[in-house]
Structures are given as C-alpha cells and as structure tokens.
C-alpha cells in the first residue's frame, strides 16, 4: 500500500502531512524504495541510475552531482559506477537499489529484504549504510527481512506479521522475553 501498488481499504497514512489516499503521487515523492528484486535499468550504468533517481528526487546542478557521488563512494561503487548495470554482480546490484532509494535522502525508505542473496561482507557494508543514513537524515526505515539478525542491527521496533496480520510489536529486547 505504501507504493501505491494496492490501495487501502480504510485508514490513511501520512509523510510530512502529505495523504496517501488523496495525493498518491506527492506521497509517492517522499518515499525511497528498494524492492526485494533489483528493479535497474541494464543499459544505464550506476551512476546514470543514481542520477536519474536524483532528478526525479528534484536535485540538481552541483548537489544532484555530489549526492551521486557521495553514494556511489558510500556503497563502493567506485569501480563499478562506469558500468552498465547488467554487468554488475548480485550484491552490487543490491547496493545500488538502496542508493537509489537513498537519494534525495526521502523521509521514509522502505526495504524489501535489501540483503537478500548478498554476501556477509557486502550485507555488513549495507548494513552500514542504512544505519547511516538513518542516524545522518533522521528518516524512518521500514524493514522487510526474514533475518533476525539484520533486524536486531537496524531495527529500534519490530513487528511480526503472520499470514498479513500483526501477531506483535515492540523493541527487539521486549519481544525477545
């Protein structure tokens, strides 16, 4: 719901006072997404991925160039950035979808399973990045894993949901005892 693949049947949500039920698209602006299966376009190349990203954001000029920049050397991508994208390896397809959904440095970033299929160095280092972020932009971050670990390293809360219902909510110690 909060991508606006489905629409809620009741309730609402809010980032920054913008409505999902009645502004989807400006909803949609202060949302960074990183689908659990890399979304990249294969011809571009991940700095042209993360500029793109940018510009939809709304960066420009010199920030837009320094925001890329930032991320790509943020991830390691320094090496790969020049390449197209379909040549990149599994974890780093995986660390350029949370750089996109990190650009523009959104209020909310959602993220599906974002070290699913990925190496424990490079889960480490996105683990890195997301906690990162979190603590540089104050943005919230809704986690998907089904790791326990990687919820005990990023989350404050957690839920558990079971068949699409909340079984129970609370910090990581409270649901532990």
Not at 87 to 108: D, E, H, M, T
Not at 123 to 130: Q, T, V
Request: hydrophobic share 35%; proline share 4%.
């Amino acid at each position: 719901m909060l991508t606006g693949d489905c629409y809620p049947t009741e309730g609402n949500v809010l980032i920054q006072k913008c409505p999902l039920n009645t502004n989807l698209k400006k909803f949609q602006s202060h949302l960074g997404y990183c689908p659990q299966f890399d979304a990249l376009i294969d011809r571009l190349n991940g700095r042209e991925m993360l500029m793109l990203f940018g510009q939809l954001r709304g960066l420009t000029g010199s920030d837009l160039h320094e925001k890329v920049e930032k991320l790509i050397k943020m991830t390691d991508l320094t090496k790969h950035a020049d390449k197209q994208t379909q040549f990149y390896s599994g974890g780093n397809k995986r660390k350029l979808s949370v750089a996109i959904a990190l650009i523009g440095s959104p209020p909310l970033i959602l993220l599906d399973e974002p070290t699913a299929g990925v190496d424990p160095v490079s889960r480490r280092k996105i683990w890195n990045i997301l906690s990162q972020a979190r603590n540089n932009t104050g943005a919230a971050v809704l986690l998907t894993t089904h790791s326990m670990e990687e919820s005990e390293v990023l989350c404050n809360r957690l839920a558990i949901m079971v068949n699409g219902r909340f079984r129970c909510l609370g910090s990581i110690q409270q649901l532990k005892t």
